[in-house]
């Protein structure tokens, strides 16, 4: 988290926009070839385990997940209740469905549906798909706040975006201890709690144009995100028999995963549908699109057009961070009423 936005910050202003997949490709291709000879595919290797994959499932649930955010991003533009939408999201619980059922019926399922079913999993999964909904959302719309709105280069929005990974590297090692006294249940509960208090600190000072409460805001945020997350994968983990440790922490990772690219979807998309909704003249995608348009324009009208989308786009960032105080709350007594403490650390905090 500190290493890749301040190297993208320096690529993009020293090479182009261009040159960051260059160097993803890179730096994938060696963590590649690194899994492939270095990682085993099980711990504890079982007597008759084949390590099969299965492509149907994958494909199946990868399926559903691109339906899922592509209907979200194209939203703001085709209509939340649009037949374009309906469709891709209807077809994308098509798709999950024919997933459960594959895993029901075959010899090497990708997920354990009974281990899904276990009260303490999919409340965890829910909470740490929030977490990061919340957190790679909002980032999403900071860097271009920054930016687009503050007039920060990208190596030194990147600066200013280390507090997220200091409160992410305070908090985290101090989770297992807090687990420990206080259980699961309360920690994921508590870190929610925490992370709709900064995202409520962040909408504040935006539309207050109080830089430093944003900033506090997301380190807030990110603390919060930190004692969830790490929280949650004790449970997911905990929840589940040691020889499916390896499809718990998968699945662990993908609700990371499928939470932050819904929270850029969501969120960007709730950006872009309050910037769309201006009068013809100040329409734009995006917040950058517009202020390209401005500089080719230039003189009073460019002025005029560089304003509006500043001010839309700072209110739609505004109403984003309280949409995520908002669902990080809700998800948070949810989790307090549903999450129950795995058996496997009820000896460490007595629960």
Known sequence: MVLGPLTGGLLVEGFGWRSLFVANVAVLAVAALAIAYVVPADARPRRGATGRLDVIGALLVSGAFVATVHAVIEAPYRGWLGPATLAEAAGAVALLSAFAVRQRRARH?????GMVRARSFWPAALAAATGFFALMGVLFLITQYLQDVRGHSP?????????????????????????ARRGVRSTAAAG???????????????????HAAVIAGLAVLAAGNAATVNACATAMLGSAPERRAGSAAAVNETAFKVGGSLGVAVLGGLAAA????RPPAYQAASISGALDVARHLG???????????TGAFTDAFAQAAAVTAILAAAVGALTALLLRDPPATKGHHGS
Do not use: F
Request: aromatic fraction near 0%; hydrophobic fraction near 60%.
């Open 109 to 113: 399922p990708l997920l354990d549906l």
């Open 155 to 179: 190596s030194q929005a990147a600066l200013l975006l280390l507090p997220v990974a200091v409160a992410q590297l305070g908090v985290a090692p101090l989770v297992a201890r807090v687990v």
């Open 192 to 210: 929610l709690l925490v992370l709709a208090g900064g995202a409520a600190l962040m909408a504040a000072g935006i539309r207050s144009g109080q």
């Open 274 to 277: 309050h910037l769309t909704a």
């Open 299 to 309: 003189g009073t009208d460019g002025a005029r057009l560089a304003t509006a989308a």
